[in-house]
């Protein structure tokens, strides 16, 4: 039983994908960062880091490091989390931070920076949704949901950046993200009566069969008018039209509108996760 690492996105994703696509909702991230990275995107020129942990033969843990983003525990079964820490240290892993679920997460901290001068801060703590049957909002506010195309490109890029500011999230190169998922129909916005774009949605690329609505984005002086909740709508009802299976999105786990809003249209919560920084 041990952990193996490697900086081959490529034979990383052939040892865990069926681990993850077992329960393909709740490893909604870490399926699309290996598929990602799998296909050759960088979020960063900083090495990566993947780790799966071998029990009889089975692969039953898994763990990514894409920097700038935190270490993603996938999954880490009962008593494998001490050689994990013992693992990523012989690697010399630099650790910006962790994310996963709330209790795997509070233990790894606390055996990560025992013994260290490391300190920590929570830094997001979020709730995970999986649809069950879509309700679009009846009535929906005025106007319509389109997708969007390279003529959107600047609000795409702004309303993106705005998103990451707002919430704190590690910042990323906006236009390429925007780019990506305009070139693939992947971004939606919602006009009003008068054709302005109020809202914007975009998901992921399908990975295990689940799509991810994120972010989903209303300027402030467009708010409380059901745009958002009606963009969610639009773009999950064409997720399940072309290839996904499920769709999921995470919210503030303690905003309790964004949380109404989405259980409105259908989605239903199944866990929370959580985000900690570390630093000296």
């Known amino acids: 039983m041990a952990w193996q690492f ?3 996105p490529v034979a990383y994703a052939e040892r865990v994908w069926d681990l993850l696509e077992s329960d393909p909702a709740r ?19 900083d090495p990566m880091l ?3 942990y071998v029990d009889g033969g089975d692969v039953r843990g898994a763990v990514s490091l894409t920097p700038p983003h935190e270490l993603l525990l996938a999954e880490v079964p009962d008593g494998a989390l001490d050689s994990l ?25 606390v ?16 709730r995970l949704f999986r649809l069950g049957t879509l ?23 702004r309303w993106l950046g705005g998103f990451e500011a707002e919430t704190g999230v590690v910042r990323t190169n906006v236009e390429a993200g925007a780019r990506e998922r305009l070139d693939d129909g992947r971004l939606w916005l919602w006009e009003n009566e008068a054709g302005e774009p109020v809202s914007l949605a975009a998901r992921t690329a ?10 989903v984005y209303t300027p402030p002086e467009h708010r409380r008018r059901g745009y958002g909740a009606a963009i969610t ?24 509108t964004t949380n109404a809003i989405y259980q409105q249209i259908g989605f239903r919560p199944i866990g929370d996760r959580c985000t900690v920084l570390f630093h000296d």
Not at 87 to 98: F, I, K, S, T
């Open 6 to 8: 490697t900086d081959d």
């Open 27 to 45: 490893h909604t991230v870490s399926l699309t960062v290996a598929a990602a990275a799998r296909s050759g995107f960088r979020w960063s020129d």
């Open 50 to 52: 993947f780790g799966w």
């Open 85 to 109: 820490i013992a693992g990523l240290r012989e690697q010399r892993a630099g650790l910006p931070g962790v994310n996963g679920e709330v209790e795997l997460v509070e233990r790894f901290v």
């Open 111 to 126: 055996a990560w920076t025992a013994g260290t001068p490391l300190r920590h801060r929570l830094s997001l703590r979020l």
């Open 135 to 157: 309700a679009p909002p009846d009535p929906a506010p005025p106007g319509g949901a389109r997708v969007a195309t390279l003529g959107d490109l600047d609000v795409a890029i």
């Open 206 to 215: 399908t990975a295990g069969g689940v799509a991810r609505v994120a972010p």
């Open 233 to 256: 709508a639009a773009i999950t009802a064409d997720a399940l039209e072309r290839d996904a299976e499920y769709v999921v999105l995470f919210t503030d786990a303690g905003n309790p």
